[in-house]
């Protein structure tokens, strides 16, 4: 069943674009959006004039993490009410929980992505529901081989990613996910 909303006259209902799935105690959690509006690939080169010593970098430049953004639509009325809110719960703790996820979108799929930012409207358009912005980018634990790329500026010691907090407690996760109904 396909149903149009808001004056933008969006269809929803019909299988996403787009897909995030992430692996939380060794089992795979799936989230389909109710609809997605737009895709935003950002692949990217850092480039600067000093190669760095035993490098397999040329002329300097380094891959930046991906990034990949979502513009994504989520309304109960296509779904059990409530499902919004809890559709928007779990994005909120996949991000509070720095859980990696895989995205899949129909031009590429990313690994290893931290989702870093949420934007949620409810308005006039979507009273039961919410549109937004889900902002997701690599994760690059640091290494011997990109140490040096990873530094907050050339006159700093302190690294702007410096790889995993430790382990993750996932139990509140796990528990907010099976409340949500979101399997």
Sequence with gaps: MQKTFGKAG?????????YVTCVVSGKTYTYHFTGVTSIEHNLALNLNNEASEGSDIVNGARNLANQVTLSVVETDAEHTSGWAARMLEAMAALKKKRVLCKVVTSMAT????????ITATQDED???GWSGILAFM????????????VKTNDNSSVRKNTGSAGKIAITPLQQMLARAGIK
């Design 110 to 117: 990313y690994e290893d992505m931290l989702l870093t930012e």
């Design 126 to 128: 979507n009273q039961f």
């Design 138 to 149: 690599e994760y690059i634990p640091v290494t011997e081989e990109n140490s040096e790329s």
């Design 10 to 18: 969006i269809v929803v209902g019909k299988a996403s674009t787009a």
